[in-house]
DNA sequence: AATGAATGGTTGACGCGTCAAGTTCTGACG
DNA sequence: CGTCAGAACTTGACGCGTCAACCATTCATT
């Protein structure tokens, strides 16, 4: 009675049906990652990719004070080794000044340069064109809902 | 006229509010950063990446017909030279296995292991905690609406 | 002033993702 | 049968993010 079970290769895992949670979970990941290729794609043309971008935007909303290295680190919620190899490569292209602090010479303060503040300039357009263009299959009061709901996933300190 | 803005340093951007559209993509970004570090921690004790999770996750839904490489980069939506990589530090670890196919010799065909599926059942129930965790600021409606706008948004195919 | 802890930052090493350029193999076409 | 296009990887190089270790400077404490 076991006779037709014998010859079947191991049944395919029971594939429980994934919880809402999960589903959330992963819809959020999925579209993060389509959001991050498609604004790489944006600032590709640009040498400039989106790491890049974040640190120059944060810089000009600063402006015109000098952020250290380590309040850029918080705003993007990273780690302080990444966002200083980040700024090596704002820097050599001239997107970026770096000074030692005059009073706490521990701190280095980073300002965004005129070509950087015209790079921006430049992007925020296709920018803005392009996050409505993401969200394009959800009408306004939808994407509202997505990032209330997002607002209270993620509350914007961490 | 102008003398009480020559002293003046360049004012703030005026920091136009953002887009709806705006708010949630970021959102969503700043969503999938958390719940990325999140899950990286709750694997990091076995020695296992995200990523590496995803393909075994993926090896398991495959079982038992084993998996060329190319399958494995469309479902994670990657390129193939990522997929080769993060495989071959699985197959060290031995949790995975790597056969060239039979009748096309040019397919890898890769097959999820016995401790590469003990490794996973141990990480499943975990997993869908973290998952509900990661939630939590939400009842069950909200995670399924978050879930639904999401599905929209960025359709399963990419 | 002198020492020890803490802060701000940099460097090294590693995993990951991408692009560009190979290699091996299949399959179609002449 | 020969050749040539394309598929399925693989390798090299680079940017990015993390951890651990390190240097310089500041702060607190004595």
């Known amino acids: ?3 037709v079970n014998e ?3 191991p049944a395919p895992a029971p594939r ?6 999960e589903e ?19 600032f590709e043309p640009h040498d400039l990719t989106l790491q890049q971008y974040n640190v120059l935007r944060i810089l000009r909303g600063a402006r015109p004070e000098p952020l250290p290295t380590m309040e850029i680190a918080e705003r993007m ?3 302080a080794p990444g966002i200083t190899r980040l700024v090596d490569r704002l820097e050599a292209k001239g997107l970026v000044e770096r000074q030692r602090g005059a009073d706490d010479r521990r701190c280095v303060r980073c300002t ?11 992007l925020d357009e296709p920018v803005t064109r392009m996050d409505e263009e993401l969200l394009a299959a959800l009408d ?3 994407a509202r809902q997505l990032g209330a709901l997002l607002a209270r996933v993620c509350p914007s300190g961490g």
């Not at 965004?112 to 430049?122: F, H, K, V």
Request: aromatic share 2%; glycine share 6%.
């Open 1 to 3: 009675m076991s006779a």
């Open 16 to 21: 429980r049906r994934p919880t809402p949670s």
């Open 7 to 9: 010859t079947r290769r």
């Open 77 to 79: 919620m990273e780690q």
């Open 24 to 42: 959330a979970v992963i819809g959020v990941l999925r579209a993060a990652d389509l959001f991050r290729r498609r604004l790489a794609a944006l």
């Open 112 to 122: 965004i340069t005129p070509p950087g503040l015209a790079l921006l300039a430049r």
């Open 140 to 142: 306004a009061g939808e």
